[in-house]
């Protein structure tokens, strides 16, 4: 079975370079610091037609996650094929790990029980390096 048809859970990895302002739809405008960033969401219709959207430079604005990859960009992604929907409990287990921070509240996370989808790695941009 190829990845594409598989349903599941997916891990967005995302480097933002510099300090924003992120203006989030109906969520409002928000600060967020460089860094990298892990994006929960959910491919219950298969990777295929969710995946190669992000990567695309050529996307609408739909979801939550497209307004911050219009300032960052991808830089892995991680597939976890499931026939359940498990991103709920990825994002709270995520939630709970030392060294990951909540990011924007509500963000990715309309249809859940979580506060946020979105998490920061609490590491300085410096030990990762800066583009150039």
Do not use: C
Not at 29 to 36: N, S, T
Not at 87 to 109: K, N, P, Q, V, Y
Not at 112 to 125: A, Q, Y
């Amino acid at each position: 079975m190829s990845w594409r048809s598989q349903s599941g859970a997916y891990l967005l990895f995302i480097r933002l370079d510099r300090q924003i302002e992120l203006q989030v739809g109906k969520l409002g405008k928000f600060h967020l610091e460089p860094g990298v960033y892990i994006y929960v969401g959910s491919a219950m219709g298969g990777f295929g037609r969710r995946i190669p959207r992000y990567l695309s430079a050529h996307r609408k604005v739909k979801w939550h996650i497209d307004y911050l990859l219009e300032k960052a960009h991808i830089i892995g992604v991680l597939l976890i094929p499931s026939e359940e929907r498990i991103e709920e409990e990825i994002a709270f287990r995520l939630a709970r790990t030392d060294g990951i921070l909540e990011s924007i509240r509500g963000f990715g996370a309309s249809d859940s029980r979580n506060r946020t989808h979105l998490f920061r790695v609490k590491i300085l941009i410096d030990k990762i390096g800066t583009p150039g």
